[in-house]
């Protein structure tokens, strides 16, 4: 044999062999891999990763909480146009290839080649679901042959369009949004159907490198990676070359958008909190729950509102306290060169805007804003920035001077001067009837405070807890069923005269009203109208301390909440706003106090209920409790109404409507300013203090300081009510009074309500021997003095 046709049959047999080996290798290779391939299952049965979902009662999103943001939709309801787009991008024969596309391997590698680097993939869109399911995403050769054979698996048990599906609602596309429906909220605020074409363009170009790609980090290399994919679209012929170019000339429009309005954080942190302990963090941000809540959303942004103008009002009362900080000058043309002030803090309240001022005159400041345009800030913006005397400033360098940073706040077209509140408030509203809660507001910022005031201030309400003991006091049936033979009604009379008791410890309590004005023997209607602290002390004395502290409890305050002494007749219990709200609503029902609730729905990602277990935040069973007679509940409410009539509340007639009720509240040294207030189918309450309890300040009182913030808040939620009736039980009746005494007289007296079972005295007239002496008060036992010590825990 010759040696030329020996070495053809060596290297024949060597080549099977080589080749034998291979299959062999790449067999066993191949049945390696196939047995290391994951079950295909969570992709034929797909069920994505979805945040937490809040909503308000009329189905406005308040916040979408999870790590993936997504909203996965049919392939009917994906524009026909967006997966164009994305196929344009990432798979141009994504409807001719079965998983893998071996023309696509080669063109990629030629390109590759001739570029002497990697500047073209080959992956179809079908092996990125593979790898964005179930591969990590090193570059080796094992996981590339694993995504191609996952790639097939998928095509044989999965229709195109489902693949499709797949690939447009699981694909990250950068900041946090997972798929287009959730990209298109994030960049846009829009829905997916609702995009341009251009818009479009720009999400398909986010896979490729979502980050490298974003256009609220690198427009540029945003709009250039746009109009390659819609020159692409219009080269495979699905837009037009001139609609192609009538997109390209779009400006760039992505913005941030956060999912959610973010009016009702502190609500929605409430509903967080109790989803994560009620489902584990993992189900709760992960499984697409979504909380339906009793918020509606125009009273929650009213109330937000009221509450923020108000803590500001207060604080502009009590003077400027300076500018942020100041910067040199070299800090200052930072600013200017777009460098934010390092003594800002991490986020800003809703609303307010800083500024530098670059300088100022007599008459107006100059001052960067933080949108990057100059504005002009004259007197009238500044001229509030007393420094905590009476004394005006009279020229606006008076106030600033340059390199001042502040606070600035846009009312209209026109800018002012502005600071952050040290003081807090919060601001509850309810649905009287069911306890629904229909605003919260719990603090001026969330963003610098997460702390509710609403729920987790325990403070004392002052005079505003009155109104229970005066409730306590005029239920004739309780009283005699706890043993006692008198009652009191509106008309009872009690001496306004000074006080003073000696406690237990051997110590001297006198307690005065407010300004120290006495008004002498004084009808309980006209006590509660004014807020007198010495009639409602004589009146709780008189009913017994131990039957006022568990008459109370009826409103929903526990034990421990209340003190052991005759101060509790001023407030001196330790309460929340929301307990106090539902305490008040008993009278707005006519008796029955509601359990306030927050949650009105669960449902799961598909949208069926769930039943939420031991959820003190849900509707209860039982929504409401009768706590007092509606006779009772009726006689308070009146007394109440002349609150706002012509007590301490008086500033809310501006509302002009008739069915208002409420009671003021401040206590000791002005440190707590309340003010609760209801008609008959809403009760809203208010409260301003500081976090570390301190004055507000002289004449700060619940009228001035608390009712201004109801008073906004109600305008709103009144606006399309019809004025209601607080309804009177058939068991009262009107009587004429005398308006001195509160005698029943036949004529020439005073309308009064009573209970029809409980009428005071009619009076009699004086023999002759006696006149000119003064009759007896009527309904009033006499306090006897040997009964103070059961009174000696007065604090």
């Known amino acids: 044999m010759r040696p030329a046709l020996r070495f053809l049959l060596w290297s024949l047999l060597v080549l099977v062999l080589l080749l034998s080996a291979a299959g062999i290798a790449g067999y066993l290779t191949y049945n390696r891999l196939q047995s290391q391939l994951p079950d295909i299952n969570p992709v034929l049965d797909y069920h994505p990763r979805m945040p937490l979902r809040i909503y308000s009662a009329d189905s406005v999103l308040l916040v979408e909480i999870g790590a993936e943001r997504r909203t996965p939709l049919h392939i009917d309801q994906i524009p026909r146009r967006v997966q164009q787009a994305f196929i344009a991008a990432e798979d141009a024969r994504f409807y001719e290839h079965g998983g893998v596309d071996a023309m696509g391997i080669v063109r990629a590698a030629w390109a590759n080649f001739r570029a002497g680097q990697v500047v073209q993939g080959a992956s179809t869109i079908t092996q990125q679901v593979a790898r964005n399911f179930f591969l990590e995403s090193d570059q080796t050769f094992e996981r590339k042959l694993k995504e191609a054979l996952l790639a097939l698996k998928i095509e044989q048990h999965l229709s195109k369009p489902s693949i499709l599906a797949l690939y447009l609602n699981q694909i990250y596309l950068g900041n946090g949004a997972y798929g287009v429906q959730a990209a298109a909220q994030r960049y846009f605020g829009k829905d997916i159907r609702d995009l341009s074409l251009a818009q479009i363009a720009l999400l398909a170009g986010l896979p490729k490198a979502p980050s490298a790609f974003n256009p609220l980090i690198n427009p540029e290399r945003a709009l250039a990676r746009r109009d390659y994919i819609l020159h692409r679209m219009a080269k495979l012929g699905f837009i ?11 400006p760039l429009s992505a913005s941030r958008h956060v999912a959610g309005n973010d009016i009702a954080p502190y609500a929605t942190e409430e509903v967080r909190r109790w989803v994560v302990d009620a489902f584990g963090e993992e189900t709760a941000y992960s499984s697409g729950l979504q909380v339906y809540t009793t918020i509606l959303s125009e009273n929650q942004q009213a109330a937000q509102q009221a509450l923020v103008e108000g ?149 004392q309400p002052g005079s505003a807890f009155k109104p229970f003991i005066y409730a306590a006091a005029m239920d004739g049936d309780a009283l005699a069923a706890a043993g006692q033979n008198h009652y009191f009604t509106p008309a009872s009379v009690l001496d306004d005269g000074p006080f003073a008791v000696v406690d237990g410890s051997g110590k001297l309590w006198q307690p005065d009203n407010y300004e120290s004005k006495h008004y002498g023997p004084t009808r309980l209607r006209v006590a509660l109208a004014r807020s007198q602290n010495l009639v409602s002390i004589r009146l709780l004395q008189a009913i017994g301390l131990p039957y006022a502290r568990d008459y109370v409890q009826r409103f929903g305050f526990s034990p421990q909440q209340l003190p052991n002494g005759l101060s509790l007749a001023l407030g001196s219990a330790s309460v929340n706003l929301l307990q106090m709200t539902a305490g008040y609503s008993a009278f707005a029902t006519g008796g029955f106090r509601p359990h306030p609730y927050l949650i009105e729905k669960v449902l799961d990602a598909q949208g069926r209920p769930i039943t939420p277990v031991n959820c003190g935040l849900c509707a209860q069973p039982a929504p409401t409790s009768t706590v007092l007679p509606p006779a009772v509940a009726f006689l308070t409410t009146s007394m109440m109404q002349d609150v706002v009539q012509r007590g301490t509340a008086t500033a809310a007639r501006s509302l002009e409507r008739p069915d208002l009720a409420g009671k003021t509240g401040t206590t000791n040294e002005s440190r707590d300013a309340w003010f609760i207030g209801f008609t008959p189918r809403l009760a809203t309450g208010v409260w301003v203090g500081f976090d570390q309890p301190r004055s507000l300040g002289r004449r700060e009182t619940g009228g001035i300081t608390a009712l201004p913030i109801w008073i906004d808040y109600m305008r709103t939620a009144l606006r399309d009510q019809p004025i209601g009736e607080f309804r009177q039980p058939p068991d009262v009746v009107v009587r004429e009074i005398s308006p001195n005494r509160g005698f029943l007289v036949d004529s020439g007296g005073i309308p009064e309500y009573f209970q029809e079972a409980h009428l005071p005295p009619a009076f009699v007239p004086q023999p002759p ?27």
């Open 311 to 459: 803590l500001e009002a207060y604080d502009r009362r009590h003077g400027y306290r300076g500018p942020i900080a100041r910067l040199d000058d070299a800090a200052l043309q930072a600013v200017i060169d777009g460098q934010p002030p390092a003594a800002l803090p991490g986020k800003i309240p809703a609303g307010l805007h800083w500024g530098a001022v670059l300088d100022a005159d007599a008459e107006r400041a100059r001052v960067y804003l933080d949108a990057g345009e100059e504005i002009s800030l004259p007197f009238a913006a500044v001229a509030w920035a007393h420094r905590g005397s009476d004394t005006r400033p009279k020229r606006v360098k008076d106030v600033l001077q340059r390199g001042d940073l502040i606070w600035l706040r846009q009312a209209g077209k026109d800018w002012r001067l502005a600071q952050i509140p040290q003081v807090q408030g919060g601001l509850v509203s309810l649905d009287a009837a069911s306890g629904r809660i229909l605003a919260m507001a719990g603090g001026y910022s969330f963003d610098l405070k997460q702390f509710n005031h609403v729920t987790q201030a325990w403070r």
């Open 240 to 250: 037009s070359p001139a609609e192609a170019e009538a997109a390209i000339a779009e």
């Open 769 to 795: 021997d006696l006149e000119g002496q003064a009759a007896p008060v009527a309904d009033v036992p006499e306090a006897d003095p040997a009964t103070t010590n059961l009174y000696e825990e007065l604090f």
